[in-house]
């Protein structure tokens, strides 16, 4: 969840509680499809947020922790996708996704950002250096690492975005706002074919905006756009967003379901449940979500819930996973000395070794 103020938390709650008055469903689904094969490679997809002035500078150190564990029994590859993403800088007062009081970002910033996605030894630049660092030790993956990039959000109503080949861009009009998405789009190919990265590899954009309100109509355009480059398209709604079961028919590739309940302690432990049932039906995969305030008791029960919940509907033995962890928090979990922080670590991460492990297995077997 990347919205946590009180109205949206708020409106959660009453979603949940309606829903669950209505919803009866108990254990797994028996329609319990996995997403399918040709949507994506990817098993465990990590949140970084990198870009904006307020986050980590993911050089390799920070990094590292997202790319393996090396415990005192042995070495082991933790998440197998990285989606790079930004929604706003709250230092210099911008945003790439509508809804968080900033200015809206225009071109200037939107190159910006692009730049920042691409600093040299940061982001992609460090997952290639930790694995090529890996790869001469003996160690390298049987999958290659997967990259997906955020697309800006291209605000319906915005006029002051800047100029396109000559032309002043209106995003009241459908086609200059395809027209961008499809521009950033190039320019982040550009840059990717200019770093001739040998160990990670792009598969594709994410949607950034999580509810395909407004902007449903442009979101095939893109999809058409992307597939004619080889590349896919991934969204994370939020929980109830508005044409969430329809993510398929929009030409997203892969839609991972958020629950949002980490964020309240008012929200009913049904309604993580309700979210897995949901998927499960729509074909979609989930987030486990936490961040920062984990060292606090009533969230760590929470990181158990989604553990326990998942585990009871089959998240963990059949459908992908993202995790958001708001920027930064699984570095600072792995740094820490607390033993119940530790615990969470070796617990999560277990899952997601076991997860990894199968997943080589199946494409070995290929």
Partial sequence: MKKTNL??????????????????????????NIPDKEGSNISD??????????RPDWNTNQMKPYVYTDGESSFHWLFDGFLFLEIFDNIKGYEWDPGFGYKTA?????????????????????????????????????????????????VQGFKEWGDLDGQKIDFNKAEDQIAVACWFIDKTLDKWRKKNYKHIQLEGFYWVHESAGKDYAIIPKVKEYLKEKDMKLYWI???KAERAEQWSSLGFDLAYQQPNYFFS????????????????QHRMGMEMEFDNNIVKPEKRSRYYDYIKSFEANGVWASRQVAYYEGGGAWLKMSESNDPEIKKMVKTLSDIIIVRQEMVDKNSIKK
Avoid at 265 to 280: G, M, R, V
């Fill in 7 to 32: 109205i949206i938390v708020t409106g959660l709650l009453i979603i949940c509680c309606s829903f669950l008055i209505s919803c009866k469903n108990t254990g797994v689904p028996e329609n319990k």
């Fill in 265 to 280: 302690t008012k929200i009913p432990y049904q309604c993580l449940d309700d979210a897995c049932h949901f998927a499960n």
């Fill in 106 to 154: 225009a071109k200037e910033q939107w190159e910006w950002l692009l730049d920042r996605y691409f600093g040299q030894g940061k982001g992609p630049d460090a997952l290639e250096a930790i694995l090529d660092s890996l790869s001469m030790k003996g160690k390298t993956p049987v999958r290659a690492r997967k990259v997906i990039i955020s697309i800006p959000c291209p």
């Fill in 237 to 239: 709604p939020y929980w």
């Fill in 45 to 54: 997809l990590v949140l970084i947020y990198h870009g904006s002035t307020h």
